[in-house]
């Protein structure tokens, strides 16, 4: 610490301005831990498109770029191998491979189920209800996680900016508590029609997630991780 008369006038007008500004700037870069829900993110916006080797770090860094993210969550489940794609499944390792090499990323799993179903058509063309087996496929937990870890967050005050990447209007209720804890709460919508519930909810902000920062939010082709090199999965 320097004494007062180090400084002369000139010189204590400088650190006063640099003081200032440090203060306006510390309100600014708040802490941040961003919630991404990972199938509403892919369906929103990612699929068959060329952007789904997608870079959540640089995603999360150009569209909040006055907040210190200190965390990134990443919600999702592991997809089992489907009749009409059978390497779903090994994109997706890649593309969970990939987001390790985050350094702030957790990614937190549900599960993925699919099974049998019998369901009724939507038209009647014999006058009664006609039936049909179908395989049904459901992805569990990942909103009752992101909603949980939200709270738990907010309660134990491990940010000041909580962000949601997410369109599902049933995180609404867990985004209004965590708002009367005292926490910033916004959102980034992945879809193009967004939820009118949570577009119309009291949270501090809320941006649409548009084609232009996807394009530029892309991994390298080629990565490296502690295993050795891998590359993005062809077709994407």
């Not at 007062?4 to 500004?21: E, I, L, M, V």
């Not at 496929?137 to 909580?162: P, R």
Request: aromatic share 12%; glycine share 6%; hydrophobic share 35%.
């Amino acid at each position: 610490v320097y004494p007062p008369c180090y400084f002369g006038g000139r010189a204590r007008s400088r650190f006063r301005a640099a003081s200032a500004f440090l203060e306006r700037l510390a309100p600014i870069l708040k802490r941040t831990i961003v919630y991404v829900d990972g199938f509403n993110l892919y369906y929103g916006c990612l699929r068959n498109t060329p952007y789904r080797w997608l870079d959540l770090s640089k995603l999360c860094n150009f569209l909040l770029p006055s907040n210190d993210i200190i965390e990134i969550k990443y919600f999702t489940a592991r997809v089992k191998p489907h009749l009409k794609d059978k390497k779903s499944h090994i994109r997706q390792k890649a593309y969970l491979r990939a987001l390790e090499t985050i350094p702030n990323i957790k990614i937190i799993y549900g599960h993925f189920l699919r099974k049998p179903v019998r369901m009724p058509l939507s038209e009647n063309t014999k006058g009664k209800t006609e039936y049909v087996k179908v395989i049904k496929t459901e992805e569990k937990g990942s909103d009752v996680n992101l909603a949980v870890h939200l709270l738990n967050d907010a309660h134990l005050d491990l940010f000041d900016v909580g962000v949601i990447i997410s369109n599902d209007s049933d995180l609404y209720t867990a985004l209004e508590f965590a708002g009367n804890l005292g926490k910033i709460i916004g959102i980034l919508n992945p879809h193009p029609i967004p939820s009118q519930k949570l577009k119309s909810g009291k949270f501090s902000f809320y941006k649409p997630i548009r084609e232009g920062v996807l394009k530029v939010s892309q991994f390298p082709e080629t990565l490296k991780d502690k295993i050795g090199k891998f590359s993005k999965p062809e077709g994407w």
